[in-house]
T-cell receptor
Framework: GEDVEQSLFLSVREGDSSVINCTYT??????LYWYKQEPGAGLQLLTY?????DMKQDQRLTVLLNKKDKHLSLRIADTQTGDSAIYFC?????????????FGSGTRLQVQP | NAGVTQTPKFQVLKTGQSMTLQCAQD?????MYWYRQDPGMGLRLIYY???????DKGEVPNGYNVSRLNKREFSLRLESAAPSQTSVYFC??????????FGEGSRLTVL
């Protein structure tokens, strides 16, 4: 079945860039997402990318997709302490009826002042 | 804007007890989902409902039942709770696909 892998932890200093990586196994994934979870809260969609794109930029966020290697990354520029959270990579393929997202295990980002 | 509302937020059960987690959304979404979140394992799909009147099993359905009562409400029932079901449960909904809107979670402890 589908599988999504992420490293569990990343620590950066405030003002640096953060890069969170994700790999997935389903080559037919058509949508790839990044969600953010703050302590004690549910997940919120940060950004997403269609599989026919290789990059998407949204203010401080840059998503890179390498479809050949099935690798997705999220870059956060000028990381702030408010960016400390767990970041989840997820994928789906609604064209096959698989609308529910498959999530990775989440990467905990710690931003040090 | 309420979004997705889950109740209860916290619950402690003894092994063998039953309970129902309630979820309601006010965004007129077609699809609703139940996930569980465990440390180091991300979110795993328990059941989902693509539209009113339909439900389908996800990755980890054993020990759970669901009811899509109407378009707004999707409940998750544990008939005989087990310690392995200690987890944080999230309900989510979506209109089309991709952008899932999540509730704040229900933290369940089974002793």
């Amino acid at each position: 079945g589908e599988d999504v892998e992420q490293s569990l932890f990343l620590s950066v200093r405030e003002g640096d860039s953060s890069v969170i990586n994700c790999t997935y196994t389903d080559s037919s994934s058509t949508y790839l997402y990044w969600y953010k979870q703050e302590p004690g809260a549910g997940l919120q969609l940060l950004t997403y990318i269609f599989s026919n794109m290789d990059m998407k930029q949204d203010q401080r966020l840059t998503v890179l997709l390498n479809k050949k290697d099935k690798h997705l990354s999220l870059r956060i520029a000028d990381t702030q302490t408010g960016d400390s959270a767990i970041y989840f990579c997820a994928e789906s393929n609604p064209d096959t009826g698989r609308r529910a997202l498959t999530f990775g295990s989440g990467t905990r980002l710690q931003v040090q002042p | 804007n309420a979004g997705v509302t889950q109740t209860p937020k916290f619950q402690v059960l003894k092994t063998g007890q039953s309970m129902t987690l309630q979820c309601a959304q006010d965004m007129n979404h077609n699809s609703m989902y139940w996930y569980r979140q465990d440390p180091g394992m991300g979110l795993r799909l328990i059941y989902y409902s693509a539209s009113e009147g339909t439900t389908d099993k996800g990755e980890v359905p054993n020990g759970y039942n669901v009811s899509r009562l109407n378009k707004r409400e999707f409940s998750l029932r544990l008939e005989s709770a087990a310690p392995s079901q200690t987890s944080v449960y999230f309900c989510a909904s979506s209109f089309f696909t991709g952008e899932l809107f999540f509730g704040e979670g229900s933290r369940l402890t089974v002793l």
